[in-house]
């Protein structure tokens, strides 16, 4: 179809595949071959029928009376006409290779008709009249063989007629032997051309199945799947495009269909080598592969499309226009642009994850290097999220995460990039911000906004949460050293009480130093058995005798010298060691205090991380059983820190120990989260009261003797 104006008409049964592949000529060729045949037959055949009319007259009148030769004559006048009216039918009447047998089969009779006539005025007449239609009746054949040149088989027919006529008028034996080798070169050249006729036609007709089958599949491609194809002509304008995109890009604006290629698609920005534009390769006449567009007007970026061409030239080496096909590249970009978001935003906040805040300091601190920018980073960790994880469940904790999110990015705003790490921990870099009270006023606004009441299903949460600043390039200036920095602010922020924030100092990270020595020292000296037991006796106030003693562990380093519990306790809580100490003091006091009078008994202290442990009370009892301590003699002292998780599994560890027979005490009572509750609720035998009452109570003017007073009393 090389009519491009036909593209222009939205027509569905004009086969998309032409325009591709260019099948529809193949498709179409048998056909079109049989139309022009028809038509070459149609120019001649009014001559060759002026000769056969005067052929029928002039034979007529040569044997005037003869029923035969009139009705010759008007069979031969009929069936011309006739076949002149179907090669000129439309093709809408019959198809083409219909109306070429049809006028095959009337030339058939027609030229028999003729040769039939010849022969009756060749033996029943002679004269002028006789001879003038002889020679009309063979100028009659000559003409409709030339006619019919287009049909093979008919313009065969003729020339074996027009020797068949010519024979009564030869009587020599070499004559008539011509006449028979002519006439077999004939039937063998007629046979040939059937058999190539034939071959063409089948050759015509599986290309036809052909083209119709790839036709068909290329339309169900364009229809149900994500490839579309295009064509333009050679001023760049539209003219055939898919319909599916068509319809899409006529959503955002006119119909692409006759507009320039270069107006209805943009390119887009991200597209590799951009400077190689639409328009430089449709003046270039150059191909170009897998170019992302858009439409035009769809400036939100809603449908996007792959896109590639290539220059069409004709057979004289003419430039045609373009044409090329597509693929849909909506669902892909979307699926990228939800993998982007998977993989740089938190989940369940929407803030930037932990991979997009390291890269935003990154390229922040890169930007900073050459103009000397400062910066500053948050590092933030929320007090007693666990608790809410573990008495409302964690469904509830994700709210409170959503909640807090937006209460960090309302209170940021547009200064900086908020982010979570994970857990209850968040990030918030400040680029361009260095003033300390700047960034202390806006931390202790975040500490405070934090810190409102929150709504859980009906029910009022409280939290807190602690903030360590970093600024950069004073406290680092690559992203590993400024997180770190800000790190040990956050710890330093906990350890001075929580809902606090503090700023990096040097002594921060000398101090982080120390403790990991002090750890990996630790280990060792729980491995190599370097601890010791030392104990306190406890006398009676009414005999002055001694009923027990507390258990205290000590540890003599060998370069250190000693070293305080007050130190390696701590440490030893957070690196986990402290549960493989604890079981050490336990079974080491209970074998010695075996060994004591009957009525001394022995205190141990008891960490919270190990009360959280279930397997406390095996160990108990593992211990008692192994040194033969009656378990009355045993004393656990429990600080206040076992109630900050406040859940059932402490009732169940409290009964579980009192079953055992062992006494409970509370030790450093008066301090920390100190609360009447606890009395009432746990199973306590003993109250120890902090030692920062005992000692200043004979000061003159102290209230500590009143308070002790009241203790004892509630006890």
């Given amino acids: 179809m090389r009519n491009r104006a036909n593209a222009l008409v939205p027509d569905d049964d004009r086969p998309s595949l032409a325009v591709l592949l260019g099948l529809a000529e193949d498709e179409m060729e048998h056909g079109g071959r049989q139309v022009r045949r028809l038509a070459q037959v149609a120019a001649l055949w009014p001559l060759a029928m002026a000769f056969q009319g005067l052929s029928a007259v002039t034979a007529s009148v040569a044997l005037m009376g003869s029923l035969a030769v009139l009705g010759l004559s008007a069979l031969l006048v009929v069936t011309s006409l006739y076949a002149f009216a179907i090669v000129q039918m439309p093709a809408s009447a019959w198809r083409s290779h219909l109306r070429a047998r049809g006028a095959t089969l009337l030339a058939s009779v027609i030229g028999g008709a003729l040769v039939t006539l010849q022969w009756m005025v060749v033996h029943d007449s002679d004269g002028m009249i006789s001879q003038t239609a002889i020679v009309l009746a063979t100028g009659a054949l000559a003409l409709s063989a030339l006619a019919l040149y287009p049909i093979r088989p008919a313009m065969i027919g003729y020339a074996a007629g027009m020797v068949l006529a010519m024979a009564p008028h030869m009587g020599l034996v070499s004559t008539v032997a011509g006449i028979a080798t002519v006439l077999l070169i004939l039937f063998t050249g007629t046979l040939r051309l059937v058999r190539l006729d034939r071959a063409t036609t089948r050759a015509d007709t599986v290309r036809a199945m052909e083209g119709a089958f790839a036709a068909k599949m290329i339309a169900e491609f364009e229809d149900q799947g994500t490839g579309w194809f295009w064509e333009v002509d050679r001023d760049g304008r539209i003219v055939y495009i898919s319909a599916r995109v068509a319809d899409a890009i006529a959503g955002f604006g006119p119909a692409p269909l006759g507009r320039a290629l270069t107006e209805v698609f943009h390119m887009d920005s991200a597209t590799p080598a951009t400077e190689r534009t639409l328009a430089f390769h449709l003046s270039s006449r150059t191909s170009f592969s897998d170019y992302s567009v858009r439409a035009a007007q769809d400036d939100a970026g809603e449908r996007w499309w792959s896109m590639s061409g290539r220059p069409v030239i004709d057979e004289l080496g003419r430039f045609q226009g373009f044409i090329g096909s597509g693929t849909d590249l909506t669902e892909r970009r979307r699926s990228e642009a939800e993998i982007t978001r998977l993989a740089l935003f938190d989940g369940l906040t929407g803030l930037a994850n932990r991979q ?18 400062p910066n500053a980073l ?11 994880n573990d008495t409302l469940g964690h469904q509830a904790g994700d709210d409170l995460l959503k909640q807090v999110a937006q209460r960090l990015s ?43 009441p929150y709504r859980l299903g009906g029910t009022s949460v409280t939290i807190g949460c602690s903030i360590g600043v970093a600024i950069a390039p004073y406290d680092g200036s690559d992203s590993e050293t400024l997180i770190r920095n800000a790190d040990l602010a956050l710890y330093a922020a906990k350890a001075d009480g929580r809902g606090v924030h503090r700023f990096y100092a040097e002594q921060m990270l000398e101090g982080a130093r120390n403790r990991q020595a002090l750890e990996e020292d630790l280990r060792q000296a729980l491995a190599n058995g370097a601890f010791h037991l030392c104990y306190q006796p406890v006398v009676s106030a009414l005999d002055e005798r001694i009923v027990g003693y507390e258990a205290l562990v000590r540890w003599d380093h060998p370069t250190r010298g000693p070293v305080s519990p007050a130190d390696f306790i701590p440490v030893a809580e957070e690196c986990g060691l402290i549960e493989a100490l604890g079981e050490w003091v336990l079974r080491t006091a209970c074998l010695e205090a075996a060994t004591w009078p009957e009525d001394v008994c022995v205190a141990v202290n008891v960490s ?5 442990n279930p397997q406390l009370p095996t160990i108990v009892t593992s211990a008692l059983a192994r040194s033969g301590l009656v378990p009355g003699r045993l004393e656990l002292e429990i600080t206040e820190g076992v109630f900050l998780d406040d859940t059932r599994s402490s009732d169940a560890m409290f009964r579980s120990l009192k079953a055992l027979g062992v006494r409970l005490s509370l030790d450093d009572f008066g301090t920390g989260y100190s609360s009447l509750g606890y009395l009432r609720s746990a199973p306590f035998d003993k109250i120890k009261i902090d030692q920062s009452f005992v000692r200043g109570a004979a000061q003159p003017g102290s209230r500590n003797i009143a308070i002790i007073r009241a203790i004892v009393t509630l006890a």
């Fill in 608 to 612: 919270p991380v190990q009360f959280a």
């Fill in 378 to 388: 948050f590092l933030m960790d929320l007090d007693r999220f666990k608790a809410v």
């Fill in 356 to 373: 997009r805040m390291r890269l935003s300091i990154d390229k922040t601190l890169a930007q900073a290097q050459g103009g000397g920018r």
């Fill in 410 to 452: 309302r209170g940021v705003g547009d200064a900086g990039l908020v982010g979570r790490l994970g857990g209850d921990e968040f990030q918030v870099l400040l680029p361009g911000t260095q003033c300390r009270d700047t960034l202390a006023t806006l931390a202790t606004e975040l500490i405070g906004a934090l810190s409102m």
